[in-house]
C-alpha cells in the first residue's frame, strides 16, 4: 500500500477518476434505461458505444482532423459528435427492431432477451472487426482502405486534438477531463429532466411503472420503448465522442470491458435510476483509481467488482435505489 | 489415433453413395497414405504446413501479420516449385482451449510436416505434448515464455529469443546507453509482458528501479500508472507488452507530463505503434531481430508490403523464418515428419531476422539484440546491443 | 413431435430401456464411427465431443441454478475456474497427488466457494444477483492472472491425466471407421486403445465425459423429483408464497448454488486433466456467457432440452470452421434467430408448454385485452 503517493496525488488521482467514470455514466445510462422500462439487460448496449467511436473517428478523418486547427478544428469535432450521435443511435434503435420487438411482442422470457442481445452484441462487434471482408465484397476495400484497413486492431486519432493542460496546485489539469466530466453531468441533467417533464418522458416513466395501465391511458408502449432506445443511443453516442477525445484510441472489442464497467455503475447506483447512474459512474471511477493508485494497477477491476459487491450487501437496490418508474416528477 | 505398422486391411460394410456429398479435407486422413499406393516422390507433392494461432478472436490482430509472414514464404517458394506446398490454417483464436483439439487434428494428418507456431505461451503449453508425442515439428514465430523449451519436447522450436535473450540487453541499454538513473518498469499482466518486464526489473537492480506497475490488455485508461510514472520522477520507463497498449500509454504518459524516455520490446515494433503520433518520437524498441539495413530483410519488407498493402507487423518476419526453415527441407526432397525433424535441428542459415538455428532445447542459438528508434515517424535502426 | 413422444411413452418398459441403451451405445461409438456430416471437418472429432460432453455437464449444473431455482449466474465460470485450478495445484503445482484424490477436493473447494459466494450475495434479488455472479467470475479469473501461487498468465502445465487401464497399451483396440467414396471401411490402422488416457487420442476423454454426463443426469432426474426439487420450482415461480407456505425459500437457493458450484468444479477438474495445463485465458466472461446460451437457448428447466443447447454452443462453431473468420458473426446470428424463432428455448419444459397452453385459453376467453403479464416478473 502506497500512502504517500495515493495522498500527495489525490486531487489529480481523483480528477482523472471522475473523467472515466463520466464515460462509464453516460454508457451506463443506456443500460438503465432500457431495464428501467423492460427489465431487460441490454447487452449489446456496449456495441452502440463502440459504433458511436468509431464514427467520431471515421469523421475526424474524411474530414481531415489531422491538419485542421483552431475554429476548423472545433467544427470538424462538433460534427464528429453529431456523427457519432447519430451513428449510436441509429444502432441502439436497429437493435431495437431487429433483436428486441419480435420477442417483446410474443411474450417471450426475459432471458432468452439476453441470450438475442448477447447474439446481437456477437454479430456486431465481429461486423466491426470484419470490415475489410464486407469492404472486399463490395469492391470497395481499396477505395475504403484508410477506414477499414486495420479491421481487427487498434484505430486511433492520436495528435489531432492537443487539448491545453494547466498546472493548477501542483498536479496537471487536462483540459478534456474536465471537459469530460462537465459535458457528461451536463447531459445526464439534460435527459433526467426531460424524463421528469417532457409528455414522452413521462409516457417512458409511467410505462416503467405499469405497462399495461400506461397502454390504457394512451401511451403507445412500442413507441414509448424506441425513445428510450434512442435516448440511450444517444448518450452513448456522447460517451463514445469524449471517449474518443479522452482515449484516441478504439478497436471492435472495445466496448465489452467498458459495457461490463458500465452496467456494474448502473448496478450500482440502483438500476432503473438515472441519477444513479451518474452516482454509480462517478463512484466506480474514482474508486477503480483510487484502487490502483493503493494497490497497484493490476487489481484495478477486482477494486470495482469488490466494491459491487459490497455495497449490494448492504444496499441490496443500489446506492440510490429507486427505479425509473419511482422517480418523483 | 495409433496407427500400427500392420498393412491396411479394409472391409467394405456399405456402400453409402449419397453421403459422399461431404468428403472434404480430413476424411481422407483416415488412411489414404498405404491405400491409395503414392509412391515417394509423388507424394512429396501433396505436402502441407500448418500455422496454429489465432486468425480469429480477440487476439487476431496480432495473428494476422504472423499468417502473412507465413504465406509470403510459402508463395515465394511455390512460384518456381514442381509441387506446389499448401499451407492450412489452424484457428485457434489465441486461446489454449482450441489447443488440444486443433493439435490432434494435426497430428493425425500426416500430410501436414511442420507447424508454424503455436503463436502464443499457453497455446504452446496445451498443444506442445501432442506434437511432440506425434512427432510434428514446430517452429513458433512469437512464443516467448522460457519455460516452454524446458519440457524436454524435442518437436520444439522457436525462431525468437525468449525474455530471458532480451531483457537482459534493453536493461544494460537503460543503463550504460541511456545512463538512466532510475526507470520505471511497467507490464501488461501477460506472459510475455510480465516475463519481460521481471527481468528488466531485476537486471537493473533494485536501486535503479523507481517502482512498478501492472496494467491488463485491453485496458485503455492508464491515469494511475502514469501518476504513478511522474511522481517517482524517473527518467526512463520500461513497458514489457504489446503495441496496442503501449500506443496508448506512451500518448497518456506524455500527457501526463512525462518527458523521459520510454523503452519497450520486439512486440511494439509495429507499424501500428507510429499511430501515437509525437508521442511516440524517441522511443526506444529492442528486437533481436535484424534492421532493414541489411538487403535481405529489405526484400523481405519490400515484398511484404507488394503482397498485403502494408508494412509487416510484429512478427511477420520471425514467421517468414518459421516457415522458411520447413519450406528448405521441403525443396530438398523431405517428405516426412522425421526427416522433417532432423533438417530443422540441424538448420544453420541465414534468415530475415537472424541466424536460425537451434540448440538442443529448441531454442534459437544465437539472438543478437538490436535498438530501434522511432523517429521523424519511422521506426529505425541504432545498431546492436548487448 | 407430440404424437411421437405419446406412441413412444406407450411402449412396454423392456423397449424403453432397450432403446435407452441403444442411445447410449450410439453416443459412446460416436467418435468412433465418425460419420460424414457430423464429423468435424479440420479439428479433432474426439477433441471437440470432449468439449462438448464438458458444457453438456456444465449445462446441467447450471441449468440446477437457473432453470430450477431461477437465479441468474452470470459468473459460472468461476466455479469452473475453482475446480480446475485446484485439481491442477494439487496435482501438478504445488503437490504431486493423482488426479483421483485431487478431484473429490476440486469438487469440494467450488462447492464452498460456491455457499460462500451465495451465502451474502442470494439474498439481492434477480438481475443484481446476475452482475454479483459475473463480478465474481472476474475477480476469480483477475486473482488468478495476478498471483504468483496460481501461476499467473503463465498458467500451470503437467496437470495429472486420468489413470489408464490396463498400461499404456490398454486392454485392447477398438477400430475406427472410415468413410470412403461410397464405401465404409473398418480401418484397423485408426484404432483407439482401451482404455488410454493418452496425449494424442482425445477419445477415451470423451468417454469419462459422456460418462460423468450420464451419471449426473440420473443425478439430476431424483434431486428434480424430489422435495428439493419442488421446492426450488416453487421459490422460482413465487418467492414469496413459497415462504409462506412454509418453505426455507434461502435455504432451497443456497443448496441449488452449491449443487450449481459441484458440477461446475467438477467440469472444471475433468477439462483441467484432458487439457494438461491451465492457464486464465480458459476462464473468461465470455465463457459464462456462453454457458448461459446453452441453457437458455436448449429451454431452461429441461435437462434433455439443455444437453442440446450444450452441444450446439460447443460443436457448431467447431463444425462450421469452413466459415472461417466468419465463425463468431454467424454464431451471433443463429443466437438471435434462435432467441426470435423459439423464444421458450428448443426444448421447453413441459410445465411452460403447459402454462402456455392455459395461457392460450384464458386469452381466448378475455376478448379484447391483449393479454399481456408479466411471466417471470
Redesign the interface.
Known amino acids: 500500500m502506497?500512502f504517500e503517493?495515493f495522498f500527495?496525488?489525490l486531487p489529480?488521482?481523483t480528477l482523472?477518476?471522475l473523467?472515466?467514470g463520466a464515460i462509464y455514466a453516460l454508457i451506463a445510462l443506456g443500460y438503465t434505461m432500457v431495464y428501467g422500462v423492460l427489465q431487460l439487460i441490454n447487452f449489446a448496449h456496449s456495441e452502440v458505444f463502440m459504433y458511436g467511436t468509431f464514427a467520431m473517428l471515421w469523421t475526424v478523418m474524411a474530414l481531415g482532423g489531422a491538419d485542421a486547427n483552431g475554429v476548423e478544428l472545433i467544427a470538424i469535432l462538433l460534427a464528429s459528435l453529431l456523427a457519432a450521435m447519430a451513428m449510436s443511435a441509429v444502432i441502439a434503435l436497429v437493435l431495437e427492431r431487429v433483436a428486441y420487438r419480435p420477442l417483446i411482442k410474443r411474450n417471450a422470457p426475459r432471458l432468452i432477451a439476453l441470450i438475442s442481445a448477447i447474439g446481437a452484441s456477437f454479430v456486431l462487434a465481429e461486423l466491426m472487426?470484419l470490415r475489410d471482408r464486407v469492404a472486399g465484397w463490395v469492391g470497395l476495400d481499396d477505395d475504403l482502405?484508410d477506414y477499414v484497413?486495420?479491421a481487427?486492431?487498434?484505430?486511433?486519432i492520436?495528435?489531432v486534438v492537443d487539448a491545453p493542460?494547466w498546472e493548477v496546485a501542483g498536479i496537471?489539469v487536462?483540459s478534456i477531463d474536465l471537459l469530460v466530466i462537465f459535458s457528461a453531468v451536463a447531459m445526464m441533467v439534460v435527459v433526467d429532466q426531460f424524463v421528469r417533464r417532457s409528455k414522452l418522458g413521462k409516457g417512458i416513466r409511467a410505462t416503467a411503472q405499469d405497462p399495461e395501465t400506461a397502454s390504457m391511458m394512451g401511451v403507445n408502449p412500442t413507441r414509448t420503448i424506441q425513445m428510450t432506445f434512442l435516448i440511450g443511443g444517444l448518450m452513448a453516442g456522447v460517451a463514445a465522442f469524449l471517449y474518443m477525445l479522452?482515449?484516441?484510441?478504439t478497436?471492435f472489442?472495445?466496448g465489452f470491458?467498458l459495457g461490463v464497467k458500465a452496467f456494474t455503475a448502473a448496478v450500482l447506483g440502483g438500476i432503473g435510476n438515472l441519477r444513479g447512474a451518474l452516482l454509480g459512474g462517478l463512484v466506480l471511477g474514482v474508486a477503480?483509481?483510487w484502487g490502483?493508485?493503493l494497490l497497484?494497477?493490476?487489481w484495478?477491476?477486482v477494486v470495482a467488482f469488490v466494491l459491487l459487491v459490497v455495497i449490494l450487501l448492504f444496499r441490496p437496490t443500489g446506492l440510490l435505489g429507486e427505479s425509473l418508474g419511482k422517480a418523483r416528477a | 489415433?495409433?496407427?500400427?505398422s500392420?498393412s491396411?486391411?479394409?472391409?467394405?460394410?456399405?456402400?453409402?453413395?449419397g453421403?459422399?456429398l461431404?468428403?472434404?479435407?480430413?476424411?481422407e486422413d483416415?488412411?489414404d497414405e498405404?491405400g491409395s499406393g503414392g509412391g515417394g516422390g509423388e507424394a512429396a507433392c501433396d505436402l502441407k504446413l500448418a500455422f496454429f494461432g489465432p486468425?480469429?478472436?480477440?487476439a487476431?490482430?496480432l495473428g494476422?501479420p504472423i499468417i502473412q509472414g507465413a504465406e509470403l514464404a510459402v508463395s515465394q517458394y511455390n512460384e518456381d516449385a514442381d509441387c506446389e506446398v499448401e499451407l492450412v490454417?489452424?484457428?485457434s483464436q489465441?486461446?489454449?482451449?482450441?489447443a488440444?483439439?486443433?493439435a490432434?487434428?494435426i497430428?493425425?494428418d500426416e500430410s501436414i510436416i511442420g507447424v508454424v507456431g503455436p503463436a502464443f505461451?499457453?497455446e504452446s503449453?496445451?498443444a506442445g505434448?501432442?506434437f511432440?508425442?506425434?512427432g510434428v515439428p514446430t517452429v513458433s514465430p512469437s512464443a516467448t515464455?522460457p519455460?516452454l523449451s524446458e519440457?524436454g519436447w524435442d518437436t520444439f522450436h522457436r525462431a525468437l529469443g525468449n525474455d530471458a535473450t532480451q531483457g537482459p540487453a534493453a536493461a544494460a541499454y537503460i543503463k550504460d546507453t541511456l545512463q538512466a538513473k532510475s526507470t520505471y518498469v511497467i507490464d501488461d499482466?501477460?506472459?510475455y509482458g510480465?516475463?519481460l518486464a521481471g527481468i528488466v526489473e531485476e537486471d537493473l537492480g533494485a536501486d535503479a528501479v523507481a517502482g512498478s506497475?501492472?496494467?491488463?490488455v485491453?485496458?485503455?485508461?492508464?491515469?494511475?500508472?502514469v501518476?504513478?510514472v511522474?511522481?517517482s520522477e524517473a527518467d526512463a520507463v520500461f513497458f514489457g507488452g504489446y503495441?496496442?497498449e503501449a500506443?496508448?500509454l506512451i500518448?497518456q504518459l506524455r500527457?501526463?507530463?512525462f518527458e523521459g524516455t520510454f523503452v519497450v520490446a520486439d512486440g511494439v515494433k509495429d507499424p501500428?505503434y507510429l499511430?501515437?503520433?509525437?508521442?511516440a518520437e524517441g522511443t526506444i524498441i529492442t528486437c533481436p531481430c535484424i534492421p532493414d539495413t541489411d538487403p535481405a530483410v529489405a526484400d523481405f519488407a519490400s515484398a511484404y508490403e507488394e503482397e498485403f498493402?502494408?508494412a509487416p507487423g510484429t512478427y511477420a518476419a520471425e514467421a517468414y523464418d518459421a516457415a522458411t526453415i520447413f519450406l528448405d527441407g521441403i525443396g530438398d526432397g523431405i517428405g516426412d515428419r522425421e526427416a522433417m525433424l532432423e533438417h530443422v535441428n540441424g538448420y544453420d542459415e541465414a534468415g530475415i531476422t537472424k541466424q536460425l538455428s537451434f540448440d538442443e532445447t529448441g531454442e534459437p542459438a544465437d539472438v543478437k539484440v538490436y535498438a530501434y528508434k522511432v523517429e521523424g515517424g519511422e521506426i529505425v535502426s541504432e545498431g546492436e546491443i548487448g | 413431435m407430440s404424437k411421437l413422444k405419446l406412441s413412444l411413452s406407450k411402449l412396454p418398459k423392456p423397449v424403453k430401456i432397450a432403446m435407452w441403451v441403444l442411445l447410449a451405445i450410439l453416443a459412446y461409438a460416436l467418435p468412433l464411427l465418425?460419420p460424414?456430416?457430423i464429423?468435424t471437418?479440420?479439428?479433432?472429432f474426439?477433441?471437440?465431443l470432449?468439449?462438448v460432453t464438458m458444457y453438456m455437464l456444465v449445462a446441467l449444473g447450471l441449468n440446477i441454478v437457473v432453470g430450477y431455482a431461477g437465479l441468474l449466474d452470470l459468473g459460472y465460470v468461476g466455479f469452473y475456474a475453482v475446480g480446475a485450478y485446484t485439481a491442477a495445484i494439487l496435482t501438478s503445482f504445488h503437490a504431486n497427488w493423482p488426479l483421483l484424490f485431487a478431484l473429490p477436493i476440486a469438487v469440494l473447494a467450488s462447492t464452498i466457494s460456491g455457499v460462500l459466494l451465495g451465502a451474502p450475495t442470494l439474498r439481492v434479488r434477480g438481475d443484481y444477483l446476475a452482475i454479483v455472479t459475473l463480478g465474481f467470475g472476474e475477480i476469480i479469473r483477475?486473482v488468478a492472472?495476478?498471483t504468483e501461487w496460481l501461476g499467473?498468465?503463465?498458467?500451470i502445465?503437467n496437470v495429472a491425466r486420468p489413470p489408464s487401464v490396463g498400461g499404456t497399451e490398454g486392454l485392447f483396440?477398438i477400430p475406427?471407421?472410415?468413410?470412403?467414396?461410397?464405401?465404409?471401411?473398418?480401418?484397423?490402422?485408426?484404432?483407439?486403445?482401451f482404455l488410454v488416457f493418452?496425449?494424442?487420442?482425445?477419445i477415451p476423454y470423451y468417454w469419462l465425459g459422456l460418462t460423468v454426463v450420464i451419471i449426473m443426469l440420473f443425478a439430476d432426474y431424483l434431486i428434480k423429483n424430489s422435495r428439493v426439487g419442488r421446492a426450488w420450482e416453487a421459490t422460482r415461480e413465487d418467492e414469496d408464497a413459497a415462504e409462506l407456505m412454509g418453505v426455507p425459500t434461502f435455504r432451497f437457493k443456497l443448496l441449488a448454488f452449491a449443487t450449481g458450484a459441484f458440477i461446475g468444479g467438477l467440469a472444471g477438474a475433468l477439462y483441467a486433466s484432458?487439457?494438461?495445463?491451465?492457464?486464465p485465458?480458459?476462464f473468461l466472461l465470455l465463457f459464462s456467457i456462453l454457458f448461459l446460451a446453452a441453457v437458455v437457448v436448449g429451454g431452461q428447466g429441461n435437462r434433455w432440452g439443455v444437453l442440446v443447447g450444450a452441444t450446439l454452443v460447443a460443436y457448431l462453431p467447431?463444425r462450421f470452421?469452413e466459415f472461417?473468420?466468419f465463425?463468431?458473426l454467424v454464431f451471433g446470428l443463429a443466437l438471435v434467430a434462435l432467441a426470435i424463432l423459439r423464444p421458450e428455448g428448443l426444448f421447453p419444459p413441459r410445465r411452460t408448454v403447459r402454462a402456455k397452453q392455459l395461457e392460450q385459453e384464458l386469452e381466448e376467453l378475455e376478448v379484447g385485452t391483449d393479454g399481456e403479464e408479466k411471466a417471470h416478473a
Open positions: 502506497n503517493f500527495n496525488n489529480g488521482l482523472s477518476g473523467a472515466f472487426g482502405s484497413g486495420k481487427r486492431i487498434n484505430n486511433s492520436a495528435g493542460r496537471i487536462s479522452k482515449i484516441e484510441t478497436k472489442d472495445v470491458l477503480e483509481i490502483s493508485a497497484g494497477t493490476e484495478r477491476h | 489415433m495409433i496407427r500400427s500392420k491396411w486391411q479394409a472391409v467394405a460394410v456399405a456402400a453409402v453413395a453421403l459422399v461431404t468428403a472434404c479435407g480430413t476424411t483416415g488412411g498405404g486468425e480469429t478472436g480477440p487476431a490482430g494476422k490454417n489452424y484457428d489465441g486461446s489454449p482451449d482450441e488440444p483439439a486443433l490432434t487434428e497430428a493425425g505461451s499457453g503449453a496445451a505434448p501432442i511432440a508425442e506425434a515464455n519455460a519440457n499482466a501477460s506472459e510480465a516475463g506497475d501492472t496494467i491488463q485491453g485496458d485503455t485508461d492508464f491515469a494511475a500508472t501518476s504513478k511522474v511522481d503495441y496496442a500506443t496508448i500518448g500527457q501526463g507530463g501500428a499511430d501515437a503520433g509525437d508521442a498493402g502494408e | 465418425e460424414p456430416f464429423t471437418p479440420g479439428v479433432d474426439g477433441g471437440v470432449f468439449v483477475l492472472v495476478n499467473e498468465r503463465k498458467g502445465s483396440e475406427h471407421l472410415y468413410w470412403g467414396d461410397g464405401t465404409v471401411l473398418i480401418d484397423t490402422q485408426d484404432t483407439t486403445k493418452g496425449v494424442l487420442d482425445q484432458r487439457q494438461n495445463f491451465i492457464n485465458d480458459s467447431q470452421r472461417d473468420d465463425r463468431v
